[in-house]
Nanobody, 124 residues
Framework: VQLQASGGGLVQAGGSLRLSCAASGRTFSRYAMGWFRQAPGKEREFVAGINWSGGWTYYADSVKGRFTISRDNAEDSVYLQMNALKPEDTAVYYC??????????????????WGQGTLVTVSS
């Protein structure tokens, strides 16, 4: 599956952005999807995940209550609505797809497919 993320940009603290990730090449609904981010000088970190149906979602503590992940299987897309943005949310955001379940893990998926990143910059 190929992934294309978009929607990044520059926003002031307290503002909102909506990231989109369009998938192509394979049956999108077979995959769990996730958003990750990598800030300058830091390791990539998990942000949010959603299962194939949207019935399971999971968020990093740092974004819980501010970010919402959703998907539209008819449109082969996953979204990340980001509200109340903070300067520490500044990062390159990546979408990823997983078709391997790893039972027992807090995030029970192995994300094997990655899109290119989209830069989110939050000014103070």
């Amino acid at each position: 599956v190929q992934l294309q993320a978009s929607g990044g940009g520059l926003v002031q603290a307290g503002g909102s952005l909506r990231l989109s990730c369009a998938a192509s090449g394979r049956t999108f609904s077979r995959y769990a999807m996730g958003w990750f981010r990598q800030a300058p000088g830091k390791e990539r970190e998990f942000v949010a995940g959603i299962n194939w149906s949207g019935g399971w979602t999971y968020y990093a503590d740092s974004v819980k209550g501010r970010f919402t992940i959703s998907r539209d299987n008819a449109e082969d897309s996953v979204y990340l609505q980001m509200n109340a943005l903070k300067p520490e949310d500044t990062a390159v955001y990546y979408c990823a797809a997983a078709n391997t379940v790893v039972p027992g893990r807090e995030i029970p998926y192995e994300f094997a497919y990655w899109g290119q990143g989209t830069l989110v910059t939050v000014s103070s």
